[in-house]
């Protein structure tokens, strides 16, 4: 059996169409939408609306965690926007539609996929086709093992779109229950796991996929969202846990053979 995992797509339609080449199943553990590229500041939703110096400067403000600055720019960006007429829900959500109308187009059969925290679930159903199921807070059997999907993130300042309160989160982690593969977009809650050497910054990981590691014990625990970590794999008990990559800059997947 062989299994290829992806993360932090942002966009990349043209590898996602190969990602599942040789491959049993496709599994995608969330952050299909760009919103905005750190490594090309002229690549995504708001660079297209706002251009690549304004992506820019927003970069670099929270990069240097000026959260506040960061919000007041957006602020004054969006206002103008809001001023010409155009609703901005409207502007975000039809922008959000096309990449979705692209990506999901290039999912293989099967694609087992969860939520990304710049993902927006109430959209997912139109595009999923009847090759890709979508889990969070549930379990499949995959080629005789055991898969749990949690998906989207924990709150932080960045406000992303699909952010949920830590009880939420823990309550689709004890869902899932003992699993041979735990599968969650962001990390466990281990330091080296969740530092970003690039954005230098700690992402949230959960404490409650933390505990669940090490009280079920699953073979695997797989994640994406830190783009540049610390550490890729950490063992944890008997459990390997994997940071599968950010695909939007690599465009390779994770094999997983058994």
Known sequence: MRVHVVSDVHGNSRDLASAGTGADALLCLGDLVLFLDY???SRGIFPEL??????SALVELRTARRFEEARALGRRLWGELDRTGVSRESVIEGAVRKQ????????????????????????????????????????????????????????????????????EFAAKV????????????????????????????????????????????????LFGHVHQPLARRVRIGRTECVNVGHFNATGTPYVMEW
């Not at 706002?50 to 992506?55: D, K, Q, S, V």
């Not at 996929?113 to 159903?125: F, H, K, Q």
């Open 174 to 221: 004890e869902a899932i229950g003992e699993v041979d593969v735990l599968c969650s977009h962001i990390p466990p809650d281990v330091p080296e796991l969740c530092y970003d050497t690039v954005a230098r910054r700690f992402e949230r990981g959960s404490a409650a996929l933390l505990h669940a590691i090490r009280a079920t014990r699953p073979r695997y625990a």
């Open 50 to 55: 706002f251009g690549a110096a304004n992506a």
């Open 100 to 167: 979705y109308a692209e990506l999901f187009a290039a999912f293989p059969t099967p694609t087992y996929a969860t939520y990304g925290n710049v993902d927006i679930p109430r959209l997912w159903p139109e595009y999923a086709a009847a090759g890709t199921t979508v889990l969070d807070g549930q379990r499949v059997e995959i080629g005789g093992r055991v898969f749990g999907f949690v998906g989207g993130g924990l709150s932080t300042p960045m406000r992303t779109p699909y952010e949920i309160g830590d009880e």
């Open 39 to 41: 490594a090309d500041h």
